[in-house]
């Protein structure tokens, strides 16, 4: 099933169309102070990449799906701002350029398995310079009582309505949450789409995000708690 995808894409946007003002104003206090381009590679339709434009930093992103970099390229041209964007992977990231900073908020970081994200953290560090800042969301594990379920939302925008049923899984042994998602599109009233996707979240133990930042060559590792979730920092010596 693809993940990712435009109906995927087109909720999103409508479901969460701005960042969260506490998790966007910490990142741009502390990306404002990187001396060189930031990276953000798993950077969607651009939710934080566009506004961080807009606010003079010169950023490029990554993600490896078409339709949320297709929408993120929309919003910069709506705005007269410029991003470098690549289809690319976060573990087989290759861009040719070296960076002063990067970050992944929204815990986007968790949507990888854990080998693919330790895979990430190294090929993330050869694309940052000396002194180079990073700074990763992520999920904490869930108590023992988490009991997820379904959670349909439906949004609105005119004639179309794109209505999301998500059944969910916890995996206790692994820390795995399991995403099924449908989206269901309809105009008029009519159904003219349905796309499918499945997404597996990872959640992390503070001490195993620092592991893992210093397995990937990162020092000065610290694990923050701002208002909107769990970070960890990391600097490149």
């Known amino acids: 099933m693809q993940s990712y995808g435009e109906l995927c894409t087109q909720f999103y ?16 206090r502390h990306l404002q102070a990187a001396k060189g381009p930031v990276l953000e590679p798993m950077c969607g339709s651009g ?23 297709k929408a993120c390229r929309r ?8 991003a470098g964007l690549s289809q690319q992977t976060l573990e087989a990231l290759d861009l040719g350029k070296v960076y002063a900073a990067a970050f992944i908020p929204s815990s986007s970081f968790c949507l990888l398995g854990k080998a693919a994200a330790q895979q990430g953290l190294h090929r993330l560090r050869a694309h940052l310079g000396h002194g180079a800042a990073v700074y990763i969301e992520f999920e904490i594990p869930h108590g023992a009582d988490h009991i997820p379920g ?3 939302r439906t949004v609105t925008e005119g004639k179309r309505q794109i209505r999301l049923i998500s059944r969910t899984e916890y995996d206790a042994r692994t820390r795995v949450e399991t995403f099924y998602n449908q989206y269901e599109l309809k105009i008029s009233g009519r159904v003219v789409q349905l796309e499918e996707e499945v997404l597996h979240l990872q959640s992390y133990t503070p001490d195993e ?27 490149v010596g």
Not at 218 to 233: L, S
């Open 47 to 69: 939710r934080f990449l566009v506004p961080l434009a807009e606010a003079g930093i010169v950023l490029d992103g990554a993600d490896p799906s078409e339709p949320m970099l």
């Open 150 to 152: 379904a959670n349909p």
């Open 209 to 235: 995000m620092r592991l893992m930042l210093a397995s990937a060559g990162f020092t000065e590792i610290e694990v923050e708690h701002p208002e909107f979730g769990w970070v960890v920092t990391a600097r």
């Open 13 to 28: 946007d409508l479901d969460k169309p701005q960042a969260p003002e506490l998790a966007l104003a910490w990142y741009r």
């Open 75 to 82: 919003k910069l041209d709506a705005r007269g701002l410029y």
